[in-house]
């Protein structure tokens, strides 16, 4: 049997819809959310992600402000610009789009963040909380996987869970949300033997490695959720995913198209982690609001 798609789109909607509407409740307040990106340099993918961003604040009503610096801008000039964000008060949230050029030291801007602001949660404090469960900023596209998951309407706990890609950005965090919500989790990665001895298990296969066509059927356990987060651009100019789409499709229950499944959740989930960042900003919700890295919408969209 087909697989059943998992929108990304339709959900993003929905969400979207939703935050309008926190949105309008700031604004009685006499807030508007704001978030700060900061591009280092001209990678064209980079440009293309940021564009992306800036307009989805626009289409929610959150301020956004676009820092452009050039690829030889140093690691001080960097630093002073996040400096100056952190203490912006019409800044909610700073994103520095990776990668940056390999002169600066990508560890030193992140940390140098405030954690308040963090809204893709790479800062050490972020990530450690992370490991113990409680985070403030879920990074954005773990955290739009795990929304897409529960769209299926598929408990977590007790399944097994491949996460094939072990990057800082993915793989790991994702590994983490998966194992605080009680799964069995694989993280696999460039070095792993025989990669289909792993997948096979899967019940859920979530695939980050940025290799078109590395998961075929015979990898794939027949009914498993698979969710593709790789966004390859091929010779002809076509987008595809890290799954071979039309042939796992006949044997997964669920599976997220590419484009259109994981991609506008990530730039939707920053939004998310804007708002949040706004409205504790000003004392509108309590941190343990939100443990469970849950929003309202994504349960309307499951019951459809
Ligand atoms: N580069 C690729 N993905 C991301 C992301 O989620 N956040 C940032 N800041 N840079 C990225």
Redo the contacts with the bound molecule.
């Keep these: 049997m087909a697989a059943r798609i998992i929108d990304g789109k339709a959900l993003s909607r929905r969400l979207r819809e939703e935050f309008r509407g926190r949105v309008g409740k700031l604004a009685t307040q006499g807030v508007v959310p704001g978030l700060a990106?900061i591009l280092v340099g001209d990678n064209p993918?980079?440009r293309v992600?940021v564009g992306n961003k800036v307009k989805a604040c626009a289409e929610c009503g959150v301020a956004s402000f676009h820092h452009a610096l050039p690829a030889e801008a140093s690691e001080a000039e960097v630093l002073a610009c996040i400096d100056r964000l952190n203490a912006d008060p019409a800044v909610n949230g700073i994103?520095?789009?990776?990668?940056l050029p390999p002169h600066i030291d990508v560890r030193k801007v992140l940390e140098a963040i405030a954690v308040d602001k963090d809204v893709?949660g790479?800062h050490l404090y972020n990530v450690g909380g992370l490991v113990v469960g409680n985070t403030i900023f879920p990074?954005?596209?773990p955290y739009g996987v795990q929304l897409l998951l529960e769209t299926t309407g598929t408990e977590v706990a007790g399944k097994n869970v491949v996460v094939v890609g072990a990057s800082n950005?993915?793989g790991k965090p994702m590994a983490l949300m998966l194992l605080q919500k009680e799964a069995t989790v694989t993280v696999c990665h460039a070095k792993t033997r025989d990669l289909a001895q792993h997948t096979i298990l899967a019940d859920i296969l979530i695939v980050a490695a940025g290799k078109p066509g590395l998961i075929v059927p015979r990898m794939v356990k027949e009914g498993a959720i698979v969710i593709d987060v790789g966004i390859n651009r091929l010779a002809d100019g076509r987008i595809v995913g890290d799954v071979d789409f039309a042939g796992v499709k006949e044997k997964a229950s669920w599976i997220t198209p590419v484009p259109g499944g994981v991609g506008p959740m990530?730039v939707t989930m920053?939004i998310e982690n804007t708002l949040r960042s706004t409205e504790r900003a000003h004392h509108l919700r309590k941190d343990d609001d939100y443990q469970d890295c849950e929003a309202p919408a994504v349960k309307a969209h499951a019951d459809n």
């Design positions: 990106v993918a980079s992600y994103l520095v789009q990776l990668p893709d790479f990074p954005c596209t950005i993915v990530t920053l």
